[in-house]
C-alpha cells in the first residue's frame, strides 16, 4: 500500500508484519492511510514482531520476538513488548 524500504545488511525475521497501512475510524468510509515503513541498515525485525505504519527502524535496531512497534526505534536501541518500549542492550 505505501512503499516499504529495507537496507542493507537488515533480517526480517519468520512471520514478522511490516503494515504499511491502517484505516481511520473516526471518518465515514473507514478509510485507508498509507504511510512508508523504513527499515535501515543493520536493523533486525525478529520473529512475529508487528513494525506500524510510518515507523523507522533505525540503523543496527533490534525490534524483539512479537514487539508491536508504533513510533521510531533509535538507531542502535533494542525495543521489546507491547507497546514495545527500549531496553538496556
Known sequence: VARISIGKDVVVSQYAHLCAATHDHRRSGFPLVASPIVIED???????AFVGPGVTVKRGAVVGA?????????SGSVVIGNP???VER
Open 66 to 74: 512479537r514487539a508491536c512497534v508504533v513510533r521510531d526505534v533509535p
Open 42 to 48: 543493520g536493523a533486525w525485525v525478529a520473529a512475529g
Open 84 to 86: 514495545a518500549r527500549s
